[in-house]
């Protein structure tokens, strides 16, 4: 790789401007794992962070994308090899840190799981952070002991993106 692609956003006054540009290897943070992204999804978040008055990226430029799957293409950390499919999502990914709008990432090893077994690229970004979220959520409802039979799940917030997809997610188990 010698350049590559990357959606970044700056500040120029009380103006925030989004444009493609290329980069390479060394623009990008020094992180354990160097990941050739193929997909991000978008999140309400990485609408926030391109408005004038957000709370959420401190210094300008940034890549946004606070979500990303794809390739390990290098490591510093044994838990990741070239080849392996992996997400990443959250933690400081596309507002303190480089996000996924972009062909590469350089990521800290501990924001990263491995691809889920049955799950591909493409899907666990249709999925993104908002899925993850629901999922996690319903998770540990059922690790309490909720079950279908105990009567209807309140969702709050049903119209966003965590609250649509815990859901669909709660319907397909049998939940009302």
């Known amino acids: 790789m010698t350049t590559f692609q990357a959606y970044k ?11 493609l540009e290329d980069l390479s290897a060394k623009d990008l943070p020094s992180s354990d794992v160097l990941i050739k ?9 990485d609408g926030m962070v391109s408005q ?5 990226v401190k210094d300008y430029p940034i890549i946004p994308g606070i979500d990303l799957a794809g390739e390990v293409v290098r490591s510093r950390d044994d ?8 997400i990443a999502t959250s933690y400081e990914i596309g507002v303190s840190h480089d996000g996924g709008f972009s062909q590469y990432a350089s990521i800290p090893a501990d924001w990263i ?29 059922e690790q309490n002991g909720l079950t279908p039979d105990q009567g209807p799940v309140l969702v709050t ?4 993106g965590v609250g649509s997809m815990a859901v669909a997610m709660l319907a397909k188990r049998g939940y009302t």
């Open 157 to 160: 917030g049903a119209t966003g």
């Open 79 to 86: 838990r990741f090899k070239e080849g392996d499919q992996v």
């Open 113 to 141: 799981v491995p691809l889920p077994d049955g799950l591909t690229l493409e899907e666990s970004m249709i999925y993104g952070t908002a899925g993850f979220t629901a999922a996690l959520s319903v998770y540990r409802l």
């Open 37 to 45: 992204v193929h997909y991000s999804s978008v999140n309400f978040k």
């Open 52 to 56: 004038p008055d957000n709370a959420l």
């Open 9 to 19: 956003i700056d500040k120029d006054g009380d103006t925030v401007k989004g444009r």
